[in-house]
């Protein structure tokens, strides 16, 4: 069973009201993170993500000419058919953000070689980043717990969300999942602290960085007042319109980028569900948004706003055509978010699940209808999850079992000592 974070749907329940200071708050905004995690709990993590780092950067970077190939583009201004501003209309199958560019050009200013380094460097700190991130807010939102426990459910959640970030960010160096996925986490860091602007301004980042994150809006939901959540979604709106804007201007037929498609793999939900389209429908990309976006507004009515990453890319995964691996990393990093925000039990299952049932199973050569199984299943569960269901105290049949049990028991104990002959 999962903690319910009471109070109003649209706000948390440590959140403060607008106007009215808050002392959870103030440390949530004061505090990195860094400094308030054990040495033992800090020595724990770079262990273990240098491990992994070693591990996955023997022949990895698999992606990373994609980013250079677009980087180049994106730099050559000469070129009026596929240089510049007309980069995404020539190259439509690059499924990048202009963020992400940006931050390649950033790179590949060190040289060819020391460029895939360094960016194989920065995603492994940003998945170290995102693991620190989660934990201010977790101390923040559920003090309660304290100190101690919060750094062994950190050292309990890594040990499953590093091995498939570092393959996300090392293996095959996909700065842009990369880039969005730690937009979004310092989205619920200001969401969660009542700060509607800069939320809109980091998942606005975060699309700029890879479109699908844009059902990530859910998050100024968790933001109370409609005039402070419509700021937010102003301020989301300008930053994506600045980033993607100009490509739209300076060549029409950057609308191609919107259409391009990918193979239905025969290891996709989709094939489990009967569409077996052989390439992505044109249904399939609205349906995302839409889902993730409901998916995420009642996790934050049913008071589990910890579980709004979680379903957002659970209903991306569910609908994609593409069964490619470091998907589970968006995975992983949403169940991050509920094991140690929302979760009451002290193992992480939900980030155990997607590790072990939807990444690293992927080598063990299981029949193709068994991944797109497995991501169904775990879609329905993420739904049960943020629906609440059956909610704090409902008799489950386990809980049932359970009481009959301790019923009959009590009642044998209770019975003459002659009656149990």
């Not at 269901?389 to 049949?397: D, E, I, K, L, R």
Request: hydrophobic residues 55%; positive net charge; glycine residues 10%.
């Amino acid at each position: 069973m999962s903690e319910q974070v009471s109070g109003r749907a649209s706000r948390p329940r440590w959140a403060p009201r607008p106007g009215k200071d808050h002392p959870v708050v103030a440390a949530l905004r004061a505090g990195s993170g860094l400094a308030r995690v054990g040495q033992r709990t800090r020595r724990a993590l770079l262990a273990w993500s240098a491990l992994w780092f070693g591990v996955m950067v023997w022949q990895g970077g698999t992606s990373w000419h994609y980013f250079v190939e677009g980087q180049q583009a994106l730099a050559d201004l000469d070129d009026r058919l596929a240089g510049g501003l007309h980069l995404y209309a020539a190259l439509p199958y690059l499924q990048i953000g202009p963020v992400a560019f940006v931050v390649t050009s950033l790179a590949t200013a060190a040289g060819a070689t020391a460029a895939l380094v360094l960016a194989q460097v920065f995603g492994a700190a940003c998945g170290l980043a995102v693991l620190l991130v989660l934990r201010g807010i977790a101390e923040g939102a559920r003090p309660q717990l304290g100190r101690a426990e919060l750094d062994r459910r950190l050292r309990s959640v890594a040990l499953f969300f590093t091995p498939v970030w570092t393959f996300l960010a090392v293996g095959v160096t996909h700065l842009d999942d990369v880039l969005a996925l730690l937009f979004v986490v310092l989205a619920v860091r200001a969401a969660a602290t009542g700060r509607p602007v800069r939320t809109g301004v980091l998942v606005g980042l975060a699309v700029d960085s890879k479109p699908w994150a844009v059902p990530f809006a859910a998050l100024l939901l968790m933001v109370p007042g409609s005039r402070r959540r419509a700021a937010g979604a102003a301020a989301l709106l300008l930053v994506v319109l600045v980033a993607w804007s100009p490509f739209f201007f300076a060549d029409p037929q950057t609308v191609r980028a919107l259409h391009f498609t990918i193979p239905n793999t025969a290891l996709s939900a989709l094939r489990v569900l009967g569409v077996d389209d052989p390439r992505t429908p044109g249904w399939t990309r609205p349906a995302q948004a839409v889902l993730g976006l409901g998916l995420g507004a009642l996790a934050v009515r049913r008071r589990r706003w910890a579980a709004i990453v979680l379903v957002v890319v659970a209903s991306r995964m569910v609908l994609d055509p593409g069964t490619n691996r470091y998907y589970v990393a968006g995975l992983v990093t949403g169940a991050a978010v509920w094991d140690l925000l929302g979760a009451r039990g002290r193992l992480p299952w939900w980030s155990a699940a997607a590790c072990l049932g939807l990444w690293s199973s992927r080598w063990l050569g299981l029949p193709s209808a068994s991944y797109g199984t497995a991501t169904l299943c775990f879609f329905a569960a993420a739904c049960l999850l943020a629906a609440n269901w059956p909610g704090p105290g409902a008799a489950t049949p386990i809980r049932r079992a359970g009481g009959a049990v301790r019923m009959v028991m009590h009642h044998w104990r209770h019975l003459p000592p002659n009656a149990h002959r």
